[in-house]
T-cell receptor, first 111, second 116 residues
Framework: QKEVEQDPGPLSVPEGAIVSLNCTYS??????FMWYRQYSRKGPELLMYTYSSGNKEDGRFTAQVDKSSKYISLFIRDSQPSDSATYLC???????????FGSGTRLSIRP | DTGVSQDPRHKITKRGQNVTFRCDPI?????LYWYRQTLGQGPEFLTYFQNEAQLEKSRLLSDRFSAERPKGSFSTLEIQRTEQGDSAMYLC??????????????FGPGTRLTVL
């Protein structure tokens, strides 16, 4: 069993829809949770990070962490075609440690 | 800061050849990481430097792989006797700005290796 599980998709939604992306994990030592966005043939770009449980909002993006369920989510409101990319959930014991990534979810926003 | 840069961006080589990749981290960043990403998968950790010291190596890093960060600035990753299974995107990340304490890992564009 992988430490981090993520549905690979692909996920296709119409422009303006709310997108929900999710990951589960098995290692209770993870304290630092991240979401990266990766465009084709590019390096991952950090979108958001959170420590421990709770919510964090940044513009159209909201990250949620539920440590009791070992479940993290990313919500994208008012989705745009430019949001089309692969979204990678990621986590670590702390901000200095190696990052463990999910396999990524391919998202397509239809105009 | 100009971001993490990697060179070359693409490398095609024949099986059995040696290849070397270079990573230039964000200026002043103390930590430097190497990851490998295969098609349809997330990046997997290979190794990590704090300044010039290599502090952790993944079991994925076989004895054909070696990484250095000689002066605590740029880093090189060498693969000897390449195999087709080495074909992947090799990503470098850097973190920890001692001026601010910010320790988010920022990734470079990667080097795509194809072994024929």
């Amino acid at each position: 069993q992988k430490e981090v599980e993520q549905d690979p998709g692909p996920l296709s939604v119409p422009e303006g829809a709310i997108v929900s992306l999710n990951c589960t994990y098995s290692n209770s030592a993870f304290q630092y949770f991240m979401w990266y966005r990766q465009y084709s043939r590019k390096g991952p770009e950090l979108l958001m990070y959170t420590y421990s449980s709770g919510n964090k909002e940044d513009g159209r993006f909201t990250a949620q962490v539920d440590k009791s369920s070992k479940y993290i989510s990313l919500f994208i409101r008012d989705s745009q075609p430019s949001d089309s990319a692969t979204y990678l959930c990621a986590m670590a014991r702390d901000s200095a440690s190696k990052i463990i990534f999910g396999s990524g979810t391919r998202l397509s926003i239809r105009p | 800061d100009t971001g993490v840069s990697q060179d070359p961006r693409h490398k095609i080589t024949k099986r059995g050849q040696n290849v070397t990749f270079r990573c230039d981290p964000i200026s002043e960043h103390n930590r430097l990481y190497w990851y490998r990403q295969t098609l349809g998968q997330g990046p997997e950790f290979l190794t990590y430097f704090q300044n010039e010291a290599q502090l952790e190596k993944s079991r994925l890093l076989s004895d054909r792989f070696s990484a250095e960060r000689p002066k605590g600035s740029f880093s090189t990753l060498e693969i000897q006797r390449t195999e087709q299974g080495d074909s992947a995107m090799y990503l470098c990340a850097s973190s920890l700005d001692p001026r601010t304490g910010a320790d988010t890992q920022y990734f470079g564009p990667g080097t795509r290796l194809t072994v024929l």
